[in-house]
């Protein structure tokens, strides 16, 4: 079951300890797209997530793209993002799988212990991650509207979600 849990559960980006991770030799943060920057439906990177994105290459971090969804949608939104980041993007993934999670820790030229993924599906991102080797941390999704094949896995994930908060309490 530990191979579902991720490393960290936060309310949003925002909220992860971008320092602790540097302190926990993290030099590379690989995003989700999909409801972990923006919800779905929305194309290209909020303000808000532009000043997050050049906050965090200014405090050294390598950062990458990887989403299972298709090329136009995750080009689109790269290219928003990108504005000087040199950020490179992955699309149609295939999460869980971990070769595109490889070549993004070796795009970045990282050895993978020292890359976190940052996304909102446990038997995606979460799974994907930890089985890559990467550091892993789960964030609520941004919107409740998802596409329909993650509707369904939603429900799952959230069992999934309350054996880890469970394992946690009794980890204190």
Excluded: W
């Excluded at 939104?77 to 799988?97: I, N, T, W, Y």
């Amino acid at each position: 079951m530990k191979i579902f849990f991720p490393n960290e559960y936060v309310n949003s980006i925002y909220e992860i300890d971008y320092e602790e991770l540097l302190k926990k030799g993290i030099a590379g943060l690989v995003f989700d797209i999909d409801n972990t920057l923006v919800p779905y439906f929305i194309e290209t990177p909020s303000e808000e997530i532009m000043t997050l994105m050049k906050y965090l290459v200014e405090k050294g971090f390598k950062l990458t793209l990887v989403s299972n969804n298709n090329k136009k949608r995750v080009e689109l939104f790269a290219e928003g993002l990108d504005k000087g980041l040199q950020v490179r993007a992955f699309h149609k993934s295939k999460k869980p799988r971990s070769v595109n999670l490889k070549k993004a820790a070796e795009h970045m030229k990282l050895e993978q212990c020292k890359v976190a993924l940052i996304g909102d599906q446990v038997f995606t991102d979460v799974l994907g991650g930890n089985r890559t080797g990467l550091y892993t941390i789960l964030v609520k999704p941004v919107s409740e509207k998802d596409e329909l094949s993650t509707k369904f896995k939603r429900g799952v994930e959230s069992l999934v979600i309350k054996q880890y908060l469970k394992y946690l309490e009794n980890a204190k």
